[in-house]
């Protein structure tokens, strides 16, 4: 798991300590007995981190100190904050299968799930991740995320559903005319399946329109209600178009809760730039459908070729050589790829994040030229680009 491999002598602590960069790492010390549990950990400066753990113990100190129990060092030079993090969660995964969660601290991140495999399909919070293909499944779940805590996802979904009429209760329903129905559909918010107030078709397109509105992250309701507004005004039905004009105004602010990185996790795949280890390069990361691998040293001929389009267009093609190399995660099961997903969510809710990530559009394709000013954003240490906002924050 862990790249380089060093013997560690007290005798000759001096030279050990010279033979590692004073850079940032992640490493593991180990015993005589390979079978002993290992002391694993993440620095900004590995050299000053070992000399503290291992150099000749001070009088009258409570510090700890490994100088006599350690014999082999492990360790792994990483680029950024963010690949430290991720080296440290698999070097911990493979060394603590049972604890490593706990160690990390990994919260999963809550996610919309929209239960398509129920016969009257309705929309739940959960950070529970069902399995991912890759492929759409029909009649399987679906989900969106990662949302930053889980009052940020009740708010957005139950906003969301302000705008349709599909039902919220929990319960499997089994129709019944008799059902007296509940506030919802009392107040025409819900088509009422449970005392069929709708025929099944009708409450399936409905869904669909739920499902469309996630997908597209509200665009498509937005081109609907703006093509009925003005469809209204040239029939000189103003009072009609006024109305759809103040729903309009009225999902903006809850098209603006979802943060760029909210996505249908099926299809959220994006690369992620970040700071390299290697001189004259950056790390790559790819995302698949919220699993990540990397990194991948991705080598830069010079910061100035991002200002000229024909070498720019020369490093789109150099990128998506480089992309058509990198292998996608496929995570063991679907417990490993919710820890992957939570892993991006800290990353992405961090108030002062370090690197970048761009995202695939509905075809898969990225953003090719935002792409390369991001790499020679992050490359040069420069600020992302002005368009991008940090997402809203919400109470956890």
């Not at 000749?56 to 100190?65: A, D, F, H, V």
């Not at 082999?72 to 993090?85: A, Q, R, V």
């Not at 440290?88 to 049972?98: E, I, V, W």
Request: proline share 7%.
């Amino acid at each position: 798991m862990l790249t380089e491999r060093i013997e560690f002598r007290p005798e000759a602590d001096t030279e050990v300590f010279s033979a590692v960069a004073a850079a940032p790492a992640v490493f593991l010390l180990r015993g005589e007995d390979a079978n002993s549990e290992p002391y694993i950990g993440k620095t900004a400066n590995l050299r000053r981190r070992l000399q503290r753990l291992l150099s000749p113990p001070e009088e009258r100190t409570k510090r700890l100190n490994l100088r006599d129990r350690v014999r082999w060092i492990e360790y792994t030079p990483t680029g950024s904050d963010f690949e430290s993090g991720f080296a440290l969660y698999r070097a911990l995964r493979a060394a603590f299968p049972k604890t490593y969660a706990n160690r990390l601290r990994l919260r999963f991140a809550p996610l919309v799930k929209l239960h398509l495999e129920n016969e009257f399909p309705r929309a739940s919070i959960t950070t529970r991740l069902g399995r991912i293909t890759g492929k759409r499944i029909p009649g399987k779940n679906v989900y969106y995320g990662p949302f930053a805590s889980r009052v940020a996802a009740e708010k957005f979904l139950n906003d969301a559903l302000d705008f349709f009429k599909m039902r919220r209760c929990a319960e499997d329903l089994h129709p019944d005319p008799k059902f007296p129905g509940c506030v919802y559909s009392e107040m025409k918010m819900c088509l009422a399946p449970c005392f069929r107030g709708c025929t099944d078709d009708e409450y399936r397109a409905e869904v669909a329109r739920v499902e469309d509105f996630l997908d597209s992250r509200g665009e498509s309701l937005k081109r609907q209600l703006a093509a009925e507004r003005d469809d209204a005004s040239a029939k000189m039905e103003f009072e009609a178009a006024a109305a759809l004009h103040a729903r309009l105004d009225k999902l903006a602010p809850v098209v603006q809760q979802l943060p760029e990185f909210v996505r249908r996790i099926d299809q959220a795949h994006a690369v992620m730039v970040q700071r390299s280890r290697q001189a004259e390069s950056v790390a790559l990361f790819r995302v698949d459908a919220g699993a990540i691998t990397g990194p991948l040293e991705f080598p830069i001929s010079g910061g100035e070729h991002t200002k000229s389009q024909s070498l720019s267009q020369s490093m789109e093609a150099r990128i998506q050589a480089a992309l058509a190399t990198f292998p996608a995660c496929q995570p063991a099961s679907a417990t490993e790829r919710m820890e992957h997903l939570a892993i991006l969510k800290r990353w992405c809710n961090r108030g002062s994040r370090a690197g970048e990530i761009f995202f695939a559009d509905a075809k898969g394709e990225l953003p090719m030229r935002r792409l390369v000013r991001g790499i020679g954003r992050v490359y040069k240490g420069e600020a992302p680009e002005a368009s991008e906002t940090m997402p809203p924050t919400f109470p956890a």
